[in-house]
């Protein structure tokens, strides 16, 4: 253990967060504590774990935990809540019919959760309306799989990452978002292996990359179509691969004969150098073991589903698929996507790759012993929430997910759910959704649950309890079983999460009369075999061996068993940037965060890299509009407005802005991305345009601001109009805040702020700066500083965030509170670089500027990146920074 003393066991589980499913060796120690290390036996990572995975341990604690189910916010028991739950849906079933209830679910549940709220849903409720948070995830490629090879299928694995040539990220930031394996690339690439990037923004996955292209903002369709019109021009495609396993080549190079395919006229529409372009395509055609990984930029887009199709017909027309280091991938996000799909999470889908086909659906109900089951796809995620909002659905049960933040328009959202009569939310801890439940129900989380999910590259892996059950909290799996023998139905009676493991793999298994989804050879384990599952990659025949590869015959999921290419036009963005909105807002994630920040945001190490809501934007479109980096700015689309700061950077394209999705109310309200997004989607998969809003950006221009350091989370008092922050530290929280009120407003700030508070140890007041510095001590340790300005500068924060932790203050604090300066040399450590060893941005520019040229070198002398790697972009992008700066002639004025 990490503080010496003897684990009380040892338990082997899977990764929380990210789709690469990563495992996780947790040696269990006293109370709630767990030291993690990465499982050196798991196949997906060996023995590796990023920052989000090596901070597990510090997200464990029973802090905001939902502990109880609530009825209206009073303490219910489990009785009382799932006799309520059962009652509400049963009633507004017999008065509204069966499609005025609904389900949004989510790829954090498991695969045996899923399979249960599908099962109660689709099967006894009889209605298509359970969906999942994968429909703003992974509904474009989902689509396009099913498209091109019959059915939801993940051609390749992780190995073909390690074997292939040329790998292509499209839409894909994969050195933040599936560190693990672009480490493993990374470990490639030394051997020669070429990495090519095509994503608007210069990511962190660009920075070291071979090649990026910068395209314009979804113009991915016209640069795929454009390679493979240049791949049939130079005969680089596999004539005996297309006459033997795939149709319609001949309609799909007759499309893209319709239009100029010129490498130059391509180039100009993606907005790309020809020679970059062609650079790629000559890339491409010389590697027949070429990956090309798509994720977000890819499927969040108007043109989703064609964006994934034309990257499978090059991979199609090349003939590069089931073959080592050959394939089209789509990798998934979440931790159980893939679960998810399996299942029937997804309104369009019934279960086990099964749709509404009436045989399909026959085989389903007759196996389920449901004649109810339901007959026609429900609504998606976008369409289930404006049927909240107009009233057709009356009832949802929101499990694992916090739409109120995720959701595009995500006022909208929160309207819907207020109006709506009945909402019942399953989740860890209290969220911006539970805010609006009228039935609470405390669900376990990581390091409690027990069960499988299953990661991008088709791998089932165990999650394992490391601790009891906290409260009251249960499994989602039983919280489900119990409404539905609540609700009278039969089939929920499961004495075990094996049992109903047992069940799915046996429904993959029924009948199946080609479906790859087949996991026979595990539908039955005992309880025993089922706790001491190896991770193991569909499909899982009877002789229960794993399938790494699939397709490796060239035989497909079609009724003919061969691929289908489909013609795919460029299409624009759905909603156009105009006069109003001149810019293309595109948002996404950043290296330390999950999402809407309810695990990470525990975590003080992982809230300092970077530590507050932020829009980047090109210098030369900050100079236009008077945006200094650093500054506050407003940014504001046809649905919202929201203030971030302005981070300025030539990594943006003119034109484009990007913030990040995670910030919500409970760190900081007025930087949530998802208010300003709007919910168009693509016409086929249901998935929002997440990656492009029209939107215009100004300085906030605030007349005051400040912060205040206390030792418990505050937020902003209702009603004051402010830029509020929350960025926990180690020892206590730092509260963000600027406004532009008058000095009447500011003073009710500080008052609010303040209530309460005893023992003042310092206030020094200077009216003509609106300077004001407060400090409170009680028994001789510190327990809050109010720093407020009206001219603009603050100290650092580190030093006196680091005060928190002293028992009792230092004498020489104490008069660097009153002067507002740290004493001696300031500690400042700049944002944090390196989130697994605490390394700051100082220390690494010191590194490098004492003569750490490499990686490596800045590594060796302080630690950062040597463990996860994931920040070794950043220390390469800032050692090429200092070189620069270091040969630019001094500036003289
Ligand atoms: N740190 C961290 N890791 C995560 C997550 C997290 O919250 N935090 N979440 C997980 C989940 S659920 C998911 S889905 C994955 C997502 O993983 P990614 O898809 O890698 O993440 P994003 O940042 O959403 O988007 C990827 C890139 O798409 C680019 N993009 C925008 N528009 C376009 C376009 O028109 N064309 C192209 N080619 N690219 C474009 C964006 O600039 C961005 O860099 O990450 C998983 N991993
Ligand atoms: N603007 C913008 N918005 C986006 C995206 C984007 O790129 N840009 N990306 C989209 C994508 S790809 C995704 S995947 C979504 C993610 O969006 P969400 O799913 O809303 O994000 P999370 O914060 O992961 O929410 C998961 C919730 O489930 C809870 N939870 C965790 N484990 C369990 C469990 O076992 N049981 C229960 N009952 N609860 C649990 C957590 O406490 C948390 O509150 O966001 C989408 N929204
Ligand atoms: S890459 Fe990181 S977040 Fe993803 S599964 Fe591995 S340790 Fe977890
Ligand atoms: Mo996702």
Not at 393 to 410: G, Q, R, Y
Not at 423 to 430: A, H, K, T
Not at 739 to 756: H, M, N, S
């Amino acid at each position: 253990m990490a503080d010496g003393s003897a684990a009380l066991k040892t338990v082997k589980t899977t990764c929380a967060y990210c789709g690469v499913g990563c495992g996780v060796t947790g040696a269990v120690g006293q109370g709630r504590s767990v030291s993690v290390a990465g499982d050196v036996v798991h196949p997906a990572n060996l023995g590796r774990l990023c920052s989000k995975g090596s901070a597990l341990g510090a997200t464990v604690g029973l802090e905001g935990r939902l502990l109880e189910p609530t009825i209206n916010g009073k303490t219910a028991t489990w009785a009382e809540a799932t006799a309520l739950v059962a009652k509400r849906f049963k009633e507004t079933i017999a008065r509204h019919g069966r499609d005025s209830v609904a389900f949004y679910v989510s790829g954090q549940l498991l695969t045996e959760d899923y399979y249960v709220a599908n099962k109660l849903m689709k099967g006894f409720i009889g209605s298509g309306n359970i969906d999942t948070n994968s429909r703003l995830c992974m509904a474009s490629a989902v689509a396009a799989h099913k498209q091109a090879f019959g059915a939801d299928l993940v051609p390749g694995c992780y190995e073909d990452l390690d074997v292939a040539d040329l790998v292509v990220f499209s839409g894909h930031n994969a050195a933040w978002t599936h560190p693990v394996l672009f480490r493993r690339m990374e470990a490639a690439r030394a051997r020669g292996q070429k990495h090519v990037v095509i994503d608007p923004r210069r990511t962190d996955t660009a920075e070291g990359a071979d090649l990026h292209l910068a395209i314009a903002p979804q113009s991915d369709v016209r640069l795929w179509n454009g390679l493979l019109a240049d791949l049939v021009r130079r005969g680089a495609i596999d004539r005996d691969y297309i006459a033997g396993h795939v149709n319609n080549f001949e309609q799909v190079v007759a499309m893209l004969a319709e239009v100029d395919q010129s490498v130059e006229a391509v180039a100009a529409d993606c907005g790309v150098a020809v020679e970059d372009l062609q650079t790629f395509y000559d890339l491409f055609a010389a590697n027949a073991r070429t990956v090309s990984l798509f994720s977000m930029g890819a499927n969040q887009s108007a043109q989703g589903v064609a964006k994934g199709l034309s990257i499978i017909n090059a991979h199609l027309a090349t003939g590069r698929i089931g073959k080592p280091g050959a394939c089209p991938f789509s990798i998934t996000g979440q931790p159980n996507a893939m679960g998810g799909r399996e299942t029937g999470g997804m309104a369009n889908t019934l279960a086990g790759h099964m749709d509404f086909a009436p045989e399909d659906r026959d085989r389903v109900a007759r196996f389920w012993g449901a004649p109810d089951t339901a007959r026609a796809p429900g609504l998606k995620a976008v369409e289930m929430f404006e049927a909240v909002r107009d009233g057709r659905i009356k009832a949802i049960w929101v499990m694992a997910t916090n739409p109120a933040v995720s959701l595009p328009d995500s006022g909208a959202i929160r309207e819907a759910l207020a109006k709506c009569p009945f909402v019942v939310v399953s989740d860890c801890v209290e969220t911006d959704t539970t805010a609006f439940a009228d039935v609470k129900l405390p669900a376990l989380g990581w390091g409690e649950k027990d069960g499988t999910v299953t990661n991008s590259e088709r791998r089932i892996s165990r999650q394992r309890a490391l601790f009891p059950a906290p409260g009251q909290a249960r499994a989602d799996w039983k919280i489900m079983a119990d409404v539905a023998v609540a609700m009278g139905f039969d089939g929920f009676g499961w004495s075990n999460n094996a049992s109903v493991f047992r069940e799915w793999a046996r429904l993959t298994a029924y009948e199946n009369q080609g479906r790859l989804l087949n996991l026979s050879g595990l539908s039955a384990l005992t309880p025993e075999a089922y706790g001491e599952l190896l991770p193991i990659q569909w499909p899982v025949k009877a002789d229960g061996k794993g399938t790494p590869r699939l397709f490796v015959d060239g035989r497909f999921q079609t009724p003919d068993g061969r691929a289908r290419m489909v013609p795919v036009k460029p299409r624009g963005p759905a909603e156009a940037t105009g006069d109003a909105f001149p810019m293309s807002l595109n948002t996404g994630r950043i290296r330390d965060q999950w999402h809407t920040m309810t695990r990470t945001g525990l975590a003080p190490d992982l809230c300092r890299h970077a530590p507050e809501p932020y829009v980047e934007i090109h210098p030369e479109d900050a100079e236009a509009l008077g945006l200094k980096d650093g500054a506050l700015a407003r940014v504001t689309t046809s649905r919202a407005e929201a203030v971030a700061v302005a981070k300025v950077s030539d990594r943006q394209r003119r034109g484009s802005l990007f913030m990040p999705m995670h910030w919500t109310d409970a760190f900081a309200p007025s930087g949530r991305a998802n208010t300003l997004v709007a919910p168009r989607v693509d016409p086929t998969s249901g998935q929002p345009e997440f990656k492009h809003t029209p939107a215009r950006v100004r300085a906030y221009r605030e007349t005051w601001k400040g912060f205040f350091l206390s030792r418990s989370v505050l937020s902003p008092p209702v009603g004051t109009d402010l830029v509020w922050r929350r960025i926990p530290q180690d020892a206590c929280q730092q509260h963000e805040f600027a406004g532009r009120g008058d000095a009447v407003e500011r003073d009710a700030l500080r008052k609010a702020l303040t209530k309460g508070l005893a023992g003042e140890l310092v206030t020094y007041e200077d009216p003509a700066t609106g300077a004001r510095r407060q400090a409170w001590v009680e028994d001789g340790r510190l327990v809050a500083v109010l720093y407020m300005t009206t001219t603009g500068r603050l100290p650092p924060r580190d030093w006196l965030a680091e005060l928190f932790a002293e028992e009792t203050l230092p004498a020489e604090a104490r008069s660097a509170l009153l002067f507002g300066r740290p004493p001696g040399a300031p500690v400042d450590k700049g944002s944090m670089v390196c989130a697994c060893l605490k390394v700051g941005a100082k220390a690494v520019n010191a590194a490098i500027a004492a003569g750490a040229d490499t990686p490596d070198a800045v590594g060796a002398v302080t630690g950062a990146g040597t463990n996860c790697g994931s920040c070794r972009p950043e220390i390469a992008r800032m050692i090429k920074a200092l070189a620069v700066t270091s040969k630019e002639p001094a500036h003289v004025g």
